[in-house]
């Protein structure tokens, strides 16, 4: 975590991976706090691509009004190739060196952070990372920047299913997003009163599975609900479905994948403060010294956390909160 940043006085923004809710509220904070303590703002469009294709736009407050209520990003995004090799970094790194830009933030998941912290090793770049991704999958603060928003979208999504399953008695399978990690679906199978939820973290015994079905059968359940994660190891809901219909003949089962409309949307007041407080904080602490660091939030409190130590350890589920969703299936 070095703190030998010490004078400021350009910084490079740029949003990069899957959208989130709320990542235009985080733009919004770092440009108007940058702009209070006169350092200026290049913007990068479509992350790390439009860093190595020199895509740099200048902000100031007013290209950020109107942009705290909006989903997806104004800056927009991008998964970049080039970027993976060397060569495309030193293209990058060459352009924030042409630009004279002094640090670089960047709003995004792992892949952002891991791109960062690359870029950072290779050719001394600041770096400051701010937590935005769906998958809430972020170390170094309780919960990533539209993780709320999307919870609530998916949540919303899973209770209007759940009306027309009991209408027609049927079983649906619900998979929800969240790349490897399994809180959207574990928090949204609590919130929605799933009879089961599928993880990532945990193993999926399919013979486990029609046994928990089959009992839940027994107790003249007349509908039900799983919620699959799209990266548990049985490979979503429609592989789902194909190993365990033969055993359901007399149950009329429906697979809804939820998919992207997860990431869209307004976010939700939550995310809006959250990514106001990162944004905000992620230029303080800049300008304190800080670098190649991820602000985040822990119990309420702002905190920084090393970025080597945030691309090298995945965060852990709350295994309270899967004994939880099993008690009150
Ligand atoms: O990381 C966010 C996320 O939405 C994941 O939940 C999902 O697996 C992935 O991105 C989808 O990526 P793409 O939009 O590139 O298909």
Sequence with gaps: ?????????????????????????????????????????????????????????????????????????????????EFRTKEGRKKAAENLKKYEIDALITIG???????AN??????????????ATIDNDIVGTDETIGYDSALNTALDAIDKIRDTADAH???????????????????????????????????THIEEVKKQLKDMLKEQRRSSLIVVAEGDEIGGAIKLADKIKGDFKQYDMR????????????????????????????????????????VGIVNNALKITPLRVVVSKKKDLDYSLIELAKLLR
């Design 109 to 115: 998941g792992d892949g952002t952070f891991a791109g």
């Design 1 to 81: 975590m070095s703190n030998s940043v010490v004078n400021i006085k350009r910084i490079g923004l740029l949003t990069s991976g899957g959208d989130s809710p709320g990542m235009n509220a985080a733009v919004r904070a770092v440009v108007r706090t940058a702009a209070h303590k006169n350092v200026e703002v290049y913007g990068i469009k479509h992350g790390y691509f439009g860093l190595i294709n020199d895509e740099f736009i200048t902000m100031d407050t007013h290209s950020v009004s109107n942009i705290i209520q909006r989903g997806g990003t104004i800056l927009k995004s991008a998964r970049s190739e």
């Design 118 to 131: 690359i870029i950072s090793e290779e050719h001394g770049i600041n770096v400051i990372g701010i937590p």
């Design 169 to 203: 008695e049927r079983m649906f399978l619900v998979e929800v997003m969240g790349r490897d990690a399994g809180f959207i679906a574990l928090e949204t199978s609590i919130a929605g009163g799933a009879e089961l939820a599928l993880l990532p973290e945990e193993l």
């Design 255 to 294: 697979v809804c994948i939820l998919g992207h409309i997860q990431r869209g949307g307004s976010p939700s007041a939550r995310d809006r403060v959250l990514a106001s407080r990162l944004g905000a904080n992620a230029v303080k602490v800049l300008l304190e010294g800080h670098s190649q660091i991820v």
